[in-house]
């Protein structure tokens, strides 16, 4: 048998076992539309519902160290007024202290906590588990950074209220907290998940999260008239310290209420482009 042979044989083969639809004259080789019964494909995920889902998985998961964490934040805040309390006494340095103080809650929580969590979450594979999920990123950032600020509202206000009756100020500007500890918390929040998604080490990222909670310390608690020149600026740069602002202005008699609400807006700024850059963050970790 010649090579031509083969060849014949090999074409009657091909041809007795191809369907006839295929053929020129008979059916359509490919169908036009699905076969009944396909599944399709669902839509894609939507923000607010996927920020919720991850925002009460993160909320239960962190709810084992709620005690621990409101404890620590609280004590180490309540402990500073009280310290103070030796070295100020009244006036406008007294509302200073008392609304450092109780913003320091939330700076530890948001920024320091934030920013450890982050941080192993990257080194430990964690964002992997995230990236297979049909989430958006800006969900996963804005959830884990909206569940960590949640417990920073019991320890602010037991601060702010302990702060009050210690240096003998008013409880009635209570209220403005409800706008103090989201925006500030937002802020420092973006704050410290940007830190320890950027970190290429979590001790880094650790150690970013200890530094910011210190600046927030010195530069949001100490009275501003008592500090050097340079000091101010830097205190300019830290959104925790608008939202102190914020909160101590409201003391006085005639509050104006046009600087709070710039203060407030700077908080919000700060905290739209610090999620932002969180967010960028969080996309460029979950793909490396």
Same mark, same amino acid.
Request: with cysteine; proline share 8%.
């Given at each position: ?176 907290? #409800?706008? $103090?500890?989201? @925006? !500030?918390? %937002?802020?420092? &929040?973006?704050?410290? =998940? +940007? ?74 700024? #700060?905290? $739209?482009?610090? @999620? !932002?850059? %969180?967010?960028? &963050?969080?996309?460029? =970790? +979950?793909?490396?």
């Amino acid at each position: 048998m010649d090579l031509r042979d083969c060849r014949r044989e090999e074409e009657q083969l091909v041809v007795s076992v191809v369907p006839a639809e295929v053929l020129p004259g008979g059916a359509r080789t490919v169908p036009e539309t699905a076969p009944r019964g396909a599944a399709e494909l669902g839509p894609p995920v939507r923000l607010w519902p996927s920020l919720a889902a991850v925002y009460r998985a993160q909320l239960s998961r962190a709810r084992v160290a709620r005690i621990p964490l409101l404890f620590v934040a609280t004590f180490q805040s309540v402990g500073i007024a009280v310290m103070m309390r030796g070295v100020v006494d009244s006036g406008p340095e007294a509302q200073s202290v008392v609304a450092g103080s109780s913003v320091l809650v939330v700076a530890y929580v948001a920024l320091n906590l934030l920013s450890q969590y982050f941080g192993q979450l990257r080194a430990s594979g964690g964002l992997d588990h995230y990236a297979t999920l049909p989430v958006p990123p800006a969900a996963v950032v804005l959830g884990a950074a909206a569940a960590y600020a949640s417990f920073t509202v019991p320890g602010t206000l037991v601060t702010a209220v302990f702060g009050c009756v210690l240096f003998g100020l008013p409880l009635g500007n209570l209220w403005i907290l #409800v706008a $103090v500890i989201p @925006l !500030a918390g %937002a802020a420092l &929040a973006g704050l410290g =998940a +940007a830190c320890g998604l950027l970190a290429p080490r979590p001790e880094l990222a650790t150690v970013l999260g200890q530094l910011g909670m210190s600046a927030a310390l010195l530069l949001g608690v100490l009275p501003a008239d008592r500090m050097p020149e340079a000091v101010r600026l830097a205190r300019d740069l830290l959104p925790s310290t608008y939202g102190v602002e914020a909160y101590a202005r409201t003391f006085g008699p005639h509050p104006d209420w046009a600087v709070v609400l710039a203060d407030l807006g700077v908080c919000a700024g #700060v905290g $739209v482009v610090s @999620l !932002a850059v %969180a967010t960028r &963050a969080y996309r460029r =970790a +979950a793909v490396r």
